[in-house]
């Protein structure tokens, strides 16, 4: 038998002792020992063919991924790779190389012949993980979030190119620099809290964070994530901040502008107000609450019917959600409806279809402007006009007329003058 110096350092045995000797008579002081390699060659059952497998020598405490296979003068050639590590999921294995001669005794295994480890399995391994790390490295260099390790001491560990630069920095200006050497303490205090939860629970967390830059500050969406260990216990976290500062600018503006609408909403002298398809109220201005002497609690969820309203009012209100729904587009209609005590008001009613980005309508909004006073004017400049003809009617002697700002004569007993029209040169008293 022949052997390596990685044999010879794993299984305690010199070259010189084991030339020309059987497994049994190598470690006859040793029965497990023997048992083990005895197991090992048990499982090499098809001396014709390459055989592949792990193997775990329970006298050692090791795993080995085994190649063995025969060669033409009928050689046996074992390959045994040490996997223990990686069975452990640590990073680098320890792999080790030998061979088997085959010799005249009484199981065909004669000699065992080594090859030198890091020309073959570790170069093939070291590839595998350095290829890996590439891309794992591209991928976090690439990223445009930032993305950083710490440790239990709240120290950075690692910091990717986004990170880096956003802080204005290089990578190495953050070794062995924790929160407080890059944030103020009120920022710093806040990022360690979130941080040792993760540490404490193990879990997974997401939070917002603010990062104050000269002239402008970010908003980051931070995710933590817990980095364990073989044993389940953390003892590294891994942050991922996405950069939300554009949708904060903007949920920032949305609120400037509800705020100006709300403003708008409240002090309108004007009823604002929305229904959905079923022609609930799904939103009430205060105008509209004072106008119908109820709260907004009462009348949201509500339709015209279940407010009260007569139903040839609901009727009519009905027909106007049916002619927005039917042309999609604003109509405006005058309305008279009772309100309260039973007395009659008169609105201006603007109805606009609300539709939602895929363009179906899914409700109507609408502006009611009391024009009582108005048409209240109209009917009396009629009911004037009415007894004004009334007069004339019944003195058919008399000249009446009615002279407006103009000039013009907008009423007249006498037909031959109305069409006249008086300038101050041929008016006269």
């Known amino acids: 038998m022949v052997i390596n110096p990685a044999f010879e350092e ?23 020992l023997a048992q083990g390699w005895n197991r090992l060659f048990t499982k090499f059952s098809s001396p014709t063919v390459t055989s592949e497998f792990e193997h775990f020598m329970d006298f050692h405490g090791r795993w080995f991924r085994v190649n063995a296979w025969q060669s033409d003068d009928r050689n046996m050639i074992l390959v045994l790779t040490d996997i223990t590590e990686i069975k452990n999921k640590e990073k680098e294995p320890h792999i080790f190389l030998e061979s088997v001669d085959n010799s005249s005794d009484a199981v065909d295994i004669t000699s065992l012949v080594g090859v030198d480890a890091d020309k073959t399995g570790r170069m093939e391994a070291s590839t595998v993980l350095a290829d890996s790390e590439f891309k794992y490295k591209s991928l976090v260099e690439s990223s445009q979030d930032a993305i950083f390790v710490v440790d239990k001491n709240d120290y950075y560990q690692f910091v990717n190119n986004a990170f880096a630069t956003t802080l204005g920095h290089m990578y190495e200006y953050f070794a062995g620099k924790s929160f407080w050497d890059i944030y103020p303490k009120d920022l710093a205090d806040m990022r360690y809290e979130g941080v040792v939860k993760v540490f404490e629970t193990g879990l997974p967390s997401e939070v917002e964070v603010v990062v104050p830059l000269p002239g402008k500050t970010l908003h980051y969406l931070a995710k933590t994530n817990p980095i364990k260990d073989g044993q389940g216990n953390v003892f590294q976290v891994l942050v991922t901040a996405t950069d939300i500062t554009a949708r904060k600018h903007a949920e920032e503006k949305l609120l400037e502008s509800e705020k100006r609408y709300e403003q708008i909403d409240s002090s309108s002298r004007d009823s604002i107000y929305a229904y959905d398809r079923q022609g609930r109220f799904i939103h009430a201005n205060r105008a509209l609450c004072r106008l119908l002497g109820r709260s907004r609690e009462e009348i949201i969820g509500k339709t015209h ?64 402007r009391d024009i009582t006073e108005r048409k209240q004017a109209e009917e009396a400049i009629r009911e004037r006009e009415s007894l004004l003809r009334k007069i004339a009617e019944n003195y058919p002697n008399s000249y009446l007329s009615i002279i407006e700002k103009d000039f013009t004569i907008g009423f007249t007993s006498g037909q031959e003058f109305k069409t006249n029209i008086l300038t101050r040169n041929n008016l006269s008293v």
Request: proline share 5%; net charge negative.
């Open 10 to 32: 794993i299984f305690s045995q010199k070259k010189e002792n084991v030339c020309g000797k059987l497994i049994s008579q190598i470690f006859h002081d040793d029965d497990k």
């Open 305 to 368: 019917a279940e407010l009260g309203f007569p139903p040839a009012q609901c009727e009519e209100w009905q027909a106007l959600h049916d002619e927005v729904y039917a042309r999609g587009d604003t109509v405006i209609r005058e309305t008279a409806t009772p309100i309260q005590d039973g007395a009659v008001m008169y609105f201006e009613v603007i109805l606009n279809p609300i539709a939602e980005q895929r363009g179906t309508i899914i409700g109507i909004s609408g502006i009611t």
